[in-house]
């Protein structure tokens, strides 16, 4: 196990949580912090501290599924806003 990793899994575990947290109130952020958390977690998989890496991991992907939940949510009220103001078009 190289240690020099460590640094990922922990960075990993850390945007993980974040990211999670963030989905919630800011879900583009959530989501660009969910990818970054995604790849450091998958390059701290080759570290000691592999039980971080898998949290991050595991918590990135949540983050991943909730950002895009709530960006399907999102574009579906702008959708419905849309036509029952009678606009046909979305600007």
Known sequence: MDKKLDGFAIAGMVLG???LLLSFFIWP???ILGIVGLILSVKGMKSTKKGMAIAGLVLSIIT???SL???ICAICVCATAAT???ASYWF
Do not use: D, F, K, Y
């Open 64 to 66: 991943l599924v909730l």
């Open 69 to 71: 939940v709530g960006a």
């Open 84 to 86: 029952t103001a009678g």
């Open 29 to 31: 952020l959530g989501l």
């Open 17 to 19: 949580i974040v990211s």
